[in-house]
């Protein structure tokens, strides 16, 4: 992973923006003075999260999380299990916990044909029955990631 630590420093240090998810979300937080962990068994399904004020639906897959908030890092979503869910920092950079790239229909398709060898048998038809079931937009984050990168472009363009 040093040399994604290493890419990551660079690109802060250059001021190009970036964007994390899931596993992007926990190494920047690490990299940029925070700290990313194992929290317990896998999260696997849809989870609730608060995003400015609202609560959203969001997929998620995974067993680590940010635990410590980086210098300079604001809080922007949250969630019950997960309370350092999306983060912007003090330079071109934005990151989220949950997969706003991946519909529900994807990821269950991935579940049904590995059943048993990903996950459990049980967790794998639990986790399918969410994501049969969602509710998660499908522009997700949408709005706030092109913001993000929009305001960037009108930074350098100036």
Request: hydrophobic fraction near 45%.
């Amino acid at each position: 992973m040093q040399p994604l630590r290493d890419w990551l420093v660079a690109a802060r240090n250059l001021g190009k923006p970036m964007f994390g998810v899931c596993f992007g979300h926990q190494i920047m937080a690490d990299v940029f003075g925070g700290k990313a962990e194992k929290v317990g068994p896998a999260e696997v399904g849809v989870r609730a999260f608060e995003i400015g004020g609202q609560t959203v639906n969001g997929h998620v897959w995974h067993q680590d999380q940010v635990t410590k908030l980086p210098p300079g890092a604001t809080i922007i979503g949250k969630a019950d299990y997960c309370p350092i869910a999306a983060l912007a920092y003090d330079f071109p950079a934005m990151s989220v916990q949950f997969h706003p790239e991946y519909s529900g229909d994807y990821v269950a398709t991935f579940l049904r044909r590995s059943r048993g060898e990903v996950l459990s048998e049980e967790e794998t038809d639990a986790a399918v029955a969410q994501f049969d079931a969602s509710t998660v937009s499908a522009d997700l984050f949408a709005q706030q990631a092109g913001d993000f990168f929009r305001a960037y472009l009108e930074i350098t363009a100036s």
